[in-house]
């Protein structure tokens, strides 16, 4: 029987599991390029079982942010937190930062410091796993190659360093069974199975957009970080991929990802965050970003806020959010002053005077 607290309790609370059990803390993060400084003291949290979509205008510095949860730059200043197991874990966190060390497990939970660790140990230690804006498949590949080869570790592990793998020992078979198999799982998911064969460069630009996912999967990722992946999509296109990334958040993995396409950022995006030039300027459900007056400023690139109430930049707000900002209360005026009597006019004062020549 349920608790009186859980009696009490509102039915549709909403779930903000970045706030309490985020998979990952990024905690002012800052990345110079010389001079150029192309994120600035950024910190958000992605929440586990969350599909997070981080969003902003080109060059907002989103791709750099990937980079450094990535491993592929090294961040200038900040801390980036991978967690597995639930819950914040700060004890944990702090005695790593303290210890100078870059991961450690205890028990089911687990802490890694990302700006610490080399790229190959964030994908295999701290489980994540990302794909590109350009698509980076073999191509001369078949389309169950590229997923064996994200397999790659697990299977030379199996065969001893190649001797198992050419002596077909036991547990090399059992291995490479397993890497089919699941690499015949998400092919199907991807709807890819009758392609099997065929070679990756022979895809369609949607499928290949559709492998690359697959691909990345085939590594056991607790976090998904996604570059673009709805670019190039034709509309039945887009649907299918919103259909695999809710399949995939449902199935225990978070996603994070950069996106231009609203449509689907706003249909599927549990938590989004909006950058501006390297700056957030909004977090939070897609309800109340979609809405916000900066992010839509930023959008359609108005220097301020207040010029939104133009005709022909109202027109596009609604055909890009399909709804106006609330505009806040406006503050009740004040009554006016009684106004003091004017002087009277100087006698003797010309007509030309009046019209700004001398007297």
């Excluded at 029987?1 to 039915?11: K, L, R, Y």
């Excluded at 609370?13 to 003291?41: K, Q, Y």
């Excluded at 700006?115 to 980076?136: G, L, Y």
């Excluded at 897609?286 to 809405?291: E, H, I, L, Y």
Aim: charged share 25%; net charge negative.
């Amino acid at each position: 029987m349920a608790s009186v607290a859980e009696m009490d309790a509102p039915a549709t609370a909403p779930a903000r599991r970045w706030e309490h059990d985020p998979i990952l803390s990024v905690e002012h993060l800052t990345m110079r390029f010389g001079g150029l400084v192309a994120i600035n003291n950024l910190s958000f949290d992605v929440g586990r079982g969350d599909i997070t979509a981080l969003i902003g205008p080109n060059g907002a510095g989103k791709t750099t942010v990937f980079n450094c949860v990535t491993g592929f730059y090294k961040p200038t200043e900040g801390r980036i937190v991978m967690r597995h197991g639930h819950g914040r874990q700060d004890a944990l966190a702090s005695e790593i930062t303290r210890g100078g060390l870059r991961w450690k497990k205890d028990g089911g939970q687990g802490i890694f410091l990302l700006e610490r660790m080399p790229d190959h140990e964030i994908s295999s230690k701290a489980k994540v796993a990302r794909t590109f804006q350009n698509i980076r498949l073999f191509g001369g590949m078949t389309v169950l190659e590229n997923l064996l080869v994200a397999q790659h570790n697990r299977l030379v592990v199996a065969s001893s360093f190649s001797f198992g793998g050419i002596l077909g020992l036991p547990n090399y078979r059992r291995a490479e069974r397993s890497a089919v198999e699941k690499a015949v799982y998400w092919l199907e998911r991807t709807q890819l199975i009758d392609r099997a064969d065929d070679p990756a460069a022979d895809l369609p630009y949607g499928a290949q957009r559709r492998l690359e996912i697959a691909r990345a999967m085939c590594t056991d990722p607790e976090l998904l970080c996604l570059d673009e992946p709805a670019a190039g999509l034709n509309p039945r296109e887009s649907a299918e991929l919103n259909e695999l990334l809710k399949f995939i958040r449902d199935n225990g993995t978070s996603v994070l990802l950069i996106e231009h396409d609203m449509g689907v950022v706003m249909e599927i995006s549990d938590h989004i965050v909006v950058l501006d030039y390297g700056v957030k300027i909004a977090d939070g459900d897609a309800a109340s970003v979609k809405t916000d007056p900066k992010v839509i400023a930023a959008y359609l690139g108005v220097e301020e806020e207040e010029d939104i109430d133009v005709p022909e930049v109202l027109e596009d707000v609604v055909e890009t959010v399909g709804e106006l900002p609330a505009k806040p209360a406006k503050p009740a005026r004040k009554p006016r002053a009684a106004a003091a009597p004017k002087p009277a006019k100087r006698a003797g004062r010309s007509a030309g005077a009046k019209k700004g020549g001398k007297a």
